[in-house]
Nanobody, 124 residues
Framework: QVPLVESGGGLVQAGASLRLSCAAS????????MAWLRQAPGKEREFVAG????????VYTDSVKGRFTISRDDAKSTMYLQMNNLQPEDTAVYYC?????????????????WGQGTQVTVSS
């Protein structure tokens, strides 16, 4: 089991920044790939960014490249998503997820562990 607890969502204006956190519990985090996904109202859940815990390598969906940064702090067992220049289309519930690492194709992963989600709302 890898319990995941998210925090850091909120309501901001367009152009603002937020940082989401995902605290992970359990051993052997180095065996995991982790990611942020989001689900906007009326839309399917989509991949946002992924990270390989062992070496910190990252993958992003095109719509957030240059604006969002995924990272992890091994000492704190916490993954982050720094979101800059937020836009109304970024409004969604953001979820962190984890699974045993099986390559960097995070867009295609079947995630094993999920956080509870945190709401991000961006007003225009």
């Amino acid at each position: 089991q890898v319990p995941l607890v998210e925090s850091g969502g909120g309501l901001v204006q367009a152009g603002a920044s937020l940082r989401l956190s995902c605290a992970a519990s359990g051993r052997n985090l180095g065996r995991l790939g982790m990611a942020w996904l989001r689900q906007a109202p009326g839309k399917e859940r989509e991949f946002v960014a992924g990270i390989t815990w062992r070496d910190g390598s990252t993958v992003y969906t095109d719509s957030v490249k240059g604006r969002f940064t995924i990272s992890r702090d091994d000492a704190k067992s916490t993954m982050y998503l720094q979101m800059n220049n937020l836009q109304p289309e970024d409004t969604a519930v953001y979820y962190c997820a984890a699974a045993l690492y099986a390559g960097d194709h995070y867009e295609e992963y079947q995630w094993t562990y999920w956080g509870q989600g945190t709401q991000v709302t961006v007003s225009s």
